[in-house]
């Protein structure tokens, strides 16, 4: 496992190989420049810190309690997106003194729904997902005394009670992508291609955006590798598992020995008919290494549940940030699991010398020398 990557280090270590020598020789193992720099400055410093950023939150508020109403249009109980933002609802009520309702609704109904929570008067409508967008920004204009927020959107700038957050999601997946390619190299854990597969929800920004983290992080460490990809689509594209199962199998037809996934409940049928399928897996979101420990190689965490947490608490302390904010690694919005624990299963059979080598991209991505396009190949 890994023989190459560790008789570099070896020789490095023992003297054999010069930092140039030792650079050299990983290109030409298939690593493009920047992975062979994070591949040295593992052999080096062989001590990178794996973990992820953080972002800070409040103290329990006192004072009178507010009313936050969250409305989505997929449904709770997907154990993911969803369930991860009303975590951060449940949080933010608790922690910061509100009053919380969920509403699921259904498509056409989006307006409606906005408007009949505005008529009790809230203090904030959060609407989760893209569709919302153009739904929110007339509810902010007919009602400019009640803050709304659209989470994973984009809503215009200039209206003072609307602001809107998406994520650069490249950033987690070039790095699960990273290290695909590595392990797509030497064949660990039963993988035997050169392949990675995605399986996609739908065609839309967010969507394309994850696609291309995918392929820049798997040619980044495998540039030899080759990248497909399928789409659910379809009228439930974030809540059909079979669908999903079904595509993942197709790209295992053709090749594919890891499949990354996003698309809410969907992503499940990737992640649960992996070991049947015969592939490894990349999870999205949460940590689902822990729910699949046998298949799932890495998880992007999307952290979902601290966005809402601080939408919550710039309301609540006067502090609101109209417009729109596009955040990623760098401001702590979503990372890479700690894929090399010991509660990861198959990540714990790693040389330390992979963990660091995606720990030091981690870093670049970090100090934003390495920047990852948004835009996938198609």
């Known amino acids: 496992m890994f023989e190459k990557w560790i008789n570099l280090e070896k020789q490095f270590n023992e003297g054999a190989l010069s930092r140039r020598q030792l650079l050299a020789k990983a290109m030409k193992l298939g690593m493009s420049t920047a992975a062979a720099y994070a591949f040295v400055g593992a ?53 910061l003194n509100y009053n919380v309702r969920v509403v699921e609704a259904l498509q056409g109904e989006y307006q409606g729904a906005l408007e009949a929570s505005a008529a009790e008067k809230p203090d904030l409508i959060l609407g989760l997902f893209p569709p919302m967008a ?14 709304f927020a659209n989470l994973v959107g984009i809503v215009p700038d200039g209206v003072p009670n609307l ?3 998406w994520h650069a999601g490249q950033d987690g997946t070039f790095l699960s992508g ?46 030899n590798g080759k990248i497909i990809h399928n789409v659910i689509g379809g009228n439930s594209p974030f809540e059909d598992p079979v669908k999903a199962a079904q595509l993942a ?23 649960g008919a992996a070991a049947r399928g015969g592939y490894i897996a990349l999870g999205m979101d949460n940590d689902q290494c822990l729910q699949y420990p046998d298949t799932c ?58 963990v660091d080598t995606i720990a030091n991209l981690r870093s670049q991505v970090l100090s934003r020398a390495i920047k990852v396009s948004g835009t996938p190949e198609l």
């Not at 062989?46 to 997929?74: F, H, N, R, Y």
């Not at 698309?263 to 499940?268: D, E, N, P, T």
């Open 134 to 147: 153009d739904p929110l920004e007339r509810a902010a204009r007919q009602f400019p005394d009640i803050h």
């Open 297 to 354: 190689l890495a998880s992007v965490l999307v952290f979902l549940d601290r966005w809402v947490y601080d939408v919550m608490n710039e309301v609540r302390t006067s502090s609101f940030k109209p417009g729109h904010h596009y955040v990623g690694l760098p401001d702590g919005a979503l990372d890479i699991c700690p894929f090399n624990d010991a509660d990861h299963k198959l990540g714990s059979t790693l040389p330390k010398v992979v």
């Open 43 to 95: 052999v080096e410093n062989p001590s990178s810190p794996l973990s992820s950023a953080g972002i800070g939150s409040a103290e329990a508020a006192d004072g009178k309690k507010l009313d936050c109403v969250m409305i989505t249009i997929q449904r709770a109980g997907d154990l993911g997106p969803v369930d991860a933002m009303i975590r951060g609802l449940n949080r933010g009520a608790e922690e």
């Open 178 to 223: 990273a290290l695909a390619g590595m392990v797509s190299t030497e064949k660990l854990v039963g993988v035997e291609s050169d392949t990675l597969g995605v399986v996609l929800a739908v065609e839309n920004g967010e969507q394309h955006g994850y696609l291309a983290g995918y392929q820049q992080g798997f040619k980044t460490t495998n540039k």
């Open 163 to 165: 602001k809107s957050v």
């Open 249 to 271: 199998g197709v790209l295992k037809e053709r090749g594919a020995g890891i499949i990354g996934t996003s698309g809410g409940k969907s992503q499940h049928g990737v992640l």
